[in-house]
């Protein structure tokens, strides 16, 4: 069954591609919107992005939007916080449970 699911992205910029692209491996289908204006002539160097959040539409089944970001918080859990709409309870991101 195909769903549109909202995910909220605040992280280091470049990371949000990475996210974009781990969706994308499951046969998800992806819509950015980052949240602010880009200040300054040119995009950031790369592995030199700021901080952003950013707004993602994913749309696919929901297990495969779950194994994409599942994926992504696997190995990348220092870098960002990602959050579906609708997790019952989000993960602790980095933190260990005693």
């Not at 909220?8 to 602010?36: C, M, N, Q």
């Not at 160097?45 to 929901?62: N, Q, R």
């Amino acid at each position: 069954m195909t769903e549109a699911r909202r995910i909220s992205f605040e992280g280091s910029g470049p990371f949000v591609h990475t996210l974009v692209t781990a969706l994308e491996g499951e046969g998800v289908t992806v819509a950015v919107r980052r949240e602010g204006r880009h200040v300054g002539e040119h995009r950031e160097p790369p592995g030199m992005g700021e901080a952003v959040k950013a707004t993602l539409v994913a749309t696919g089944s929901l297990e495969a939007i779950k194994a994409g970001v599942s994926t992504f918080r696997e190995r990348f859990t220092s870098r960002a916080v990602v959050t579906i709409d609708g997790e019952a309870t989000p993960p602790d991101h980095g933190r260990h449970r005693a």
